[in-house]
Each structure stands twice: as C-alpha cells, then as structure tokens.
T-cell receptor
Framework: EAQVTQNPRYLITVTGKKLTVTCSQNMNHEYMSWYRQDPGLGLRQIYYSMNVEVTDKGDVPEGYKVSRKEKRNFPLILESPSPNQTSLYFC????????????FGPGTRLTVT | EDQVTQSPEALRLQEGESSSLNCSYTVSGLRGLFWYRQDPGKGPEFLFTLYSAGEEKEKERLKATLTKKESFLHITAPKPEDSATYLCAVLNTGANSKLTFGKGITLSVRP
C-alpha cells in the first residue's frame, strides 16, 4: 500500500530534550515536506526537500532541522524543543516538485512541557 | 505573499441539504488549487486539483469549481459521512512546491 508513515504518533516531552520525528514514504517520491498545524493558523510549511541531500526552509523553520540522506526518509529534528513547538506535525510527499498532489502522513501530536 | 481565506469557518447541514464551501485566494501566479478533506486525528486526504479558471471536477457528491479569485466546493445531498474539515490550498509558480493552506471549513452533516 502506497503511504507516508510517521513515528511516533504521539509524544510528550520536556523543554530542551532533543527529539526526532521520523517520516518515510514508499512511493519513490522525490519531494518531501514537513508542516505543522495549529488551531486558527492552519497548515504551515516548516522545511522541504526537492531530492536527496537538497533541503530548504519553509515559512516557519526556526527551531527545527531536517536531513534527507535517503530518498524515502525525511526526519524532523527538534534539537531543543520549547513549549511553542507543541503542535500537530504532518509529513507529506509528492512525485516531484510541481503540480502533483501531495500525500500526507497520519500526523504526530507533540506536546512540550 | 500568497493568501487563502475559507468561509464559513463551520457549517452545519441537515442530511440532503446541499450547500457550497468558499475558498478565496490571492497568489502571485497560480499553478494549481487543491482541495483536501481532513478527518479528526488524520492527515489531509487529497480530493481535487484545479488548474485554470472555468475548470470543474466532480467526485461522488462533491464538485469543485474555479474562478480567477475563488473556488467553490459544492456538496450535493450530503450524508453524515461527509462530515469533516475541508481544506483549500494554492500552489504558486515558484520553484518550491509549497502549498499555502486556508484554515479550513468544518462541515457537520446531521442525519
């Protein structure tokens, strides 16, 4: 089954404790992206990757890092999480940059206390 | 800066009561407009892509239309299972495939 998977689905952590949210897709997509979704703000892009070893900032990149060492994986790293990073995070992928529909993962609900 | 405004924020319908959801947008150059459906606790699910003004697409009880300034998602004779949040997003002609999303419309259909 073609899908985007994320782990963990739920995470509660404390301020300053480094964490990684994994994202993997099995559709051989070139383009991958991370979004966060907050009430009243909608979905906003954090980082994106056009292909392996090519990443760039989206609209809200502060406090996040990403890497793209393999085509299928695009982990999101929070080196020192803060409470304002409490949010619902979605990974998405698409065939390539351009006018193709993006497929979203199931989401990771992160709470930072 | 691209902007997407969806209205109303929430809509409650009786089963069988047709209605429309609005998505107004401003974008430097429109490459495409997307509609997604999102169920609680799940990721957005792709519904339609519209590329140019005048285009229409249909899927079961849903029909999406596009003008130069807005898009409508028409729901004909909705059923309770159509209850969800409907998201509109635009893709501009820039190199990044960033989708700019609206805040969504939460639709509730009562039996």
């Amino acid at each position: 089954e073609a899908q985007v998977t994320q782990n963990p689905r739920y995470l509660i952590t404390v301020t300053g404790k480094k964490l990684t949210v994994t994202c993997s897709q099995n559709m051989n997509h070139e383009y991958m992206s991370w979004y966060r979704q907050d009430p009243g703000l909608g979905l906003r892009q954090i980082y994106y990757s056009m292909n392996v070893e090519v990443t760039d900032k989206g609209d809200v990149p502060e406090g996040y890092k990403v890497s793209r060492k393999e085509k299928r994986n695009f982990p999101l790293i929070l080196e020192s999480p803060s409470p304002n990073q409490t949010s619902l995070y979605f990974c998405a992928s698409t065939r390539q940059a351009g006018i193709y529909e993006q497929y979203f993962g199931p989401g990771t609900r992160l709470t930072v206390t | 800066e691209d902007q997407v405004t969806q209205s109303p924020e929430a809509l409650r319908l009786q089963e069988g009561e047709s209605s429309s959801l609005n998505c107004s947008y401003t974008v430097s150059g429109l490459r495409g407009l997307f509609w997604y459906r999102q169920d609680p606790g799940k990721g957005p699910e792709f519904l339609f892509t519209l590329y140019s003004a005048g285009e229409e697409k249909e899927k079961e009880r849903l029909k999406a239309t596009l003008t130069k300034k807005e898009s409508f998602l028409h729901i004909t004779a909705p059923k309770p299972e159509d209850s969800a949040t409907y998201l509109c997003a635009v893709l501009n002609t820039g190199a990044n495939s960033k989708l700019t999303f609206g805040k969504g419309i939460t639709l509730s259909v009562r039996p």
